[in-house]
């Protein structure tokens, strides 16, 4: 059964930096590109990043360009999201994502809160 | 970046209708479309992608069309479980992008 799990939410002040993970099991986590989508509450989905097998190609949306590092770790099987310089209206559900194109497999995801 | 116009953003319907969603592109994406199911509280579902591909276990009542621009998501008959909002995303370049979503309700 495949399961992604992402870890690291929580409260932070406007500024401020956090670091999402998503463990991946019941798959082959190094043959799938991976993506992090994310829901502001009340709001539609909103695609954020993803990166390829081996790491070598990242892309962002603009608006998180600059502040937002997706990274991987094959060995583990982990994503990560590491967001820095946070906004207010970086508040949202981030979920984990397999695959770059549609998405079979999501996360329970996990709630980020951007708030002074 | 591609924007994805759904229409409209949210419908009542009464059960046994058959219910059609819309999405627009701004530009051709051939394709490259899915539509996603999500109920309150909980995670999407993928329904369709490529336009017009019901992912396994998903209801036949369920179907899509379209390409190029202009796509459409039918629920042949609808039913009390499809109650939720309805989501197509382009996934032809990135930023991949989704529709603002549209809410069904049971009149």
């Known amino acids: 059964e495949v399961q992604l799990v992402e870890s690291g939410g929580g409260l932070v002040q406007p500024g401020g930096s956090l670091r999402l993970s998503c463990a991946a099991s019941?798959?082959?986590?190094?043959?799938?590109?991976m993506s992090w989508v994310r829901q502001a509450p009340g709001k539609g989905l909103e695609w954020v990043a993803n990166?390829?097998?081996?790491?070598?190609?990242?892309y962002y949306v603009d608006s998180v360009k600059g502040r937002f590092t997706i990274s991987r770790d094959n060995a583990k099987s982990s994503l990560s999201l590491q967001m820095n310089s946070l906004r207010v209206e970086d508040t949202a559900v981030y979920y984990c994502?397999?695959?770059?194109?549609?998405?079979?497999?999501w996360g329970q995801g996990i709630l980020v809160t951007v708030s002074s | 970046d591609i924007q994805m116009t759904q229409s409209p953003s949210s419908l009542s319907a009464s059960v046994g209708d058959r219910v059609t969603i819309t999405c627009r592109a701004s530009?051709?994406?051939?394709?490259?479309l899915a539509w996603y199911q999500q109920k309150p509280g909980k995670v999407p579902k993928l329904l369709i992608y490529?336009?017009?591909t019901l992912q396994s276990g998903v209801p036949s009542r369920f179907s899509g069309s379209g390409s190029g621009t202009d796509f459409t998501l039918t629920i042949s008959s609808l039913q009390p479980e499809d109650v939720a909002t309805y989501s197509c995303?382009?996934?032809?370049?990135?930023?991949?992008?989704f529709g603002q979503g549209t809410k069904v309700e049971i009149k």
């Open positions: 994502a397999s695959g770059s194109t549609y998405t079979v497999y």
């Open positions: 019941g798959f082959t986590f190094s043959n799938y590109w």
């Open positions: 990166i390829k097998q081996d790491g070598s190609e990242k």
């Open positions: 530009q051709g994406i051939s394709n490259y």
């Open positions: 490529a336009a017009s």
């Open positions: 995303q382009q996934y032809n370049s990135v930023p991949r992008t």
